[in-house]
């Protein structure tokens, strides 16, 4: 048994199969989840079970987060039970959620106050990757604690990389995913292009697949879009905010403006679809 105690927050899509590859080397480890029935299938891996955020990291030593959002974060830490309302000093708290840069670098310096760490940790995969440990992890914070995390990191990613302070994996994060939705709407654009040509959606995305600009990427979603299988790995309504954190830092380039638009529209109807849902919002 690994003898680091470790505490898990969040078992959302992410959060589960994450968890369980801690659990599967063999760590101790302690979830809390806000909706408690998704903590039942951790319990039966050998998971402990903390009723609080402050009753787990008062049990753990390392404590990460996988998380919607900056509202998420603020409960978790400062709500009435959250991991602020005690004593931290020493825990180390690495937060893998895709959220700002500005609340990780606030977090930080909160946590150094109280004596403890804070590691922004946001990761590159989804479902898949995170169920096989091969996410990439892009960290932002001190690197003494980086150091004594990254065993920890490495059984959930094939890539482990300290880029810098607080909020660096934060940006890494969010530049990556403004990719990840210029990309979608082109391939939405595009398959519905097709379409209208006369080109049958399978001969478009067999063609794409064998071309020179086939990718893992294209050919998953590809292979929902044929299947009309939107449900989430990804849900559209987390790119939403990912653009919007993007924006809030200074990305407003004409592609991105569009995007947002497009996405915006979509998350009304699609919100708790996969992203590429968004196709049936280019569709019209
Ligand atoms: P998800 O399935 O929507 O799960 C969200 C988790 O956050 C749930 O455990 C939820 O608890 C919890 N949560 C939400 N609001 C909360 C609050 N106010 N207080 C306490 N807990 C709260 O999301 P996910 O797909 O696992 O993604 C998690 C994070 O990773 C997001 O930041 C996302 O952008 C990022 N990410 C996702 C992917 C992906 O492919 N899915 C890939 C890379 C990064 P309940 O169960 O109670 O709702």
């Excluded at 299938?41 to 955020?53: D, F, H, R, S, V």
């Excluded at 787990?56 to 991991?83: C, H, K, R």
């Excluded at 980086?146 to 530049?175: C, H, S, T, W, Y």
């Amino acid at each position: 048994m690994n003898t680091t105690k470790i505490g898990w927050i969040g078992l959302g899509n992410m959060g589960i199969p994450m968890a369980e590859q801690l659990i599967k080397a063999d760590y101790a480890v302690t979830v809390y989840n806000r909706s408690k029935e998704k903590e039942a299938a951790l319990k039966e891996m050998g998971a402990l079970i903390a009723e609080t955020p402050k009753n787990l990291i008062s049990q753990t030593e390392v404590i990460i987060l996988m998380v919607s959002d900056d509202a998420a974060i603020e409960q978790i830490f400062n709500g009435p039970e959250g991991l602020f309302s005690v004593e931290i000093s020493g825990k180390i708290i690495v937060n893998m959620s895709t959220v700002s840069p500005a609340i990780s670098k606030e977090m930080a310096a909160l946590c150094k106050e109280k004596g403890a760490e804070y590691l922004d940790a946001p990761v590159s995969g989804s479902v898949k990757q995170a169920e096989t440990g091969q996410l990439v992890i892009m960290v932002g914070g001190d690197e003494a604690a980086f150091e004594q995390v990254k065993p920890i990191l490495e059984k959930m990613g094939k890539m482990v990389v300290r880029l810098g302070d607080a909020g660096v994996g934060n940006v890494a994060k969010l530049a990556i995913n403004s990719l990840l939705a210029l990309y979608t709407q082109g391939l939405a654009e595009t398959v519905v292009f097709a379409n209208q040509q006369g080109i049958k959606t399978e001969d478009l995305l067999n063609l794409l697949n064998n071309g020179a600009i086939a990718n893992v990427f294209t050919k998953i979603k590809g292979d929902a879009i044929i299947a009309d299988n939107y449900k989430p790995a990804f849900a559209l309504k987390h790119i939403v905010k990912d653009l919007n954190l993007a924006k809030a830092i200074g990305l407003n380039s004409p592609l991105a403006k569009t995007t947002l638009q497009t996405f915006e529209a979509a998350t009304t109807r699609y919100g708790e679809e996969d992203l590429i849902a968004v196709i049936k919002q280019v569709k019209g």
